[in-house]
C-alpha cells in the first residue's frame, strides 16, 4: 500500500505570495491532519480534515486554510507569505477521525524570501 | 504551560546500550493519547508506539516500550539494545479530547536528539 504523498517536496515563493500544498493520504483513509515544523516554535498543529469537513482547528491566523476533496486527498493553503512561514510542512493520513496512529508524508519544505 | 516536556534536548548513547527518553505530559482530560515519533534527517515522521490512558499494560512495540506512570504523568520510551540506525529525533506527542466522537491534533514536545555512537 502506497504511503502519504505530498508534493510539491520543495517550494520557494517570496513575501505577499501564497502557495498550495498538497496531500495524497494512504488509500483507504479518510482523515487527514496538517502540521507546520520549525525551529523555534516545534511541530505545531494546523488543522484536520474528515470527509471533506473541517473537524478541528489549531491556533494559527487565517492565512492558513484547507480543504479536502472526496477523494480524501487534500489541500493546505497559505496566503500573504511572511517569513516566518518558511517551515516544513507535514501531512498525516489516519483511517478515521481521532484515530490512534497517524501516518506521516515526507513533508513539503516551503521557503520564503 | 506546556502540555508535553522533553527535558534531554539531546543525548549520546553507545550502541548495544538501551536508552530511555523522557517525557513528560500535563492534561485534565481523562481519556487522551500519548505517542512517540521518530523523525530521522529526511525529515519523516515514523510512528514508534502508542498507549491510550486507559490502558494498564505498557505498550511494546519490537525493541520500544513505553514506561507509562499514569499518577506521574510520564511516558518515558525505552529501546533496547541501540543501534546506529537509531540516531534521530525523537518526539513525545498527546492528543486530548479522546472521547470516540473525535480528538484534537497532537501536541508535540520539543524532542530530543538521539546519537548512537559505535
Known amino acids: 500500500k502506497a504511503g502519504v504523498t505530498q508534493t510539491p517536496r520543495y517550494l520557494i515563493k517570496t513575501r505577499g505570495q501564497q502557495v498550495t500544498l498538497s496531500c495524497s493520504p494512504i488509500?483507504?483513509?479518510?482523515?487527514v491532519s496538517w502540521y507546520q515544523q520549525t525551529p523555534g516554535q516545534g511541530l505545531q498543529f494546523l488543522f484536520e480534515?474528515?470527509?471533506?469537513?473541517?473537524?478541528n482547528k489549531g491556533n494559527f491566523p487565517g492565512r492558513f486554510s484547507g480543504r479536502q476533496f472526496s477523494n480524501s486527498r487534500s489541500e493546505m493553503n497559505v496566503s500573504t507569505l511572511e517569513l516566518g512561514d518558511s517551515a516544513l510542512y507535514l501531512c498525516?493520513?489516519?483511517?478515521?477521525?481521532?484515530?490512534?496512529?497517524?501516518?506521516f508524508g515526507p513533508g513539503t519544505r516551503l521557503t520564503v524570501l | 504551560a506546556q502540555k508535553i516536556t522533553q527535558t534531554q534536548p539531546g543525548m549520546f548513547v553507545q550502541e548495544k546500550e538501551a536508552v530511555t527518553l523522557d517525557c513528560t505530559y500535563d492534561t485534565s482530560d481523562q481519556s487522551y493519547g500519548l505517542f512517540w515519533y521518530k523523525q530521522p534527517s529526511s525529515g519523516e515522521m515514523i510512528f514508534l508506539i502508542y498507549?491510550?490512558?486507559?490502558?494498564?499494560q505498557n505498550a511494546t512495540e519490537g525493541r520500544y516500550s513505553l514506561n507509562f506512570q499514569k499518577a506521574r504523568k510520564s511516558a518515558n520510551l525505552v529501546i533496547s539494545a541501540s543501534q546506529l540506525g537509531d540516531s534521530a529525533m525523537y518526539f513525545c506527542a498527546m492528543r486530548e479530547g479522546w472521547s470516540g466522537g473525535g480528538a484534537d491534533g497532537l501536541t508535540f514536545g520539543k524532542g530530543t536528539h538521539l546519537i548512537i555512537q559505535p
Open positions: 498525516a493520513s489516519s483511517p478515521r477521525t481521532g484515530s490512534q496512529e497517524q501516518f
Open positions: 498507549q491510550g490512558s486507559y490502558d494498564e
Open positions: 488509500s483507504g483513509h479518510r482523515s
Open positions: 480534515y474528515f470527509s471533506e469537513t473541517q473537524r
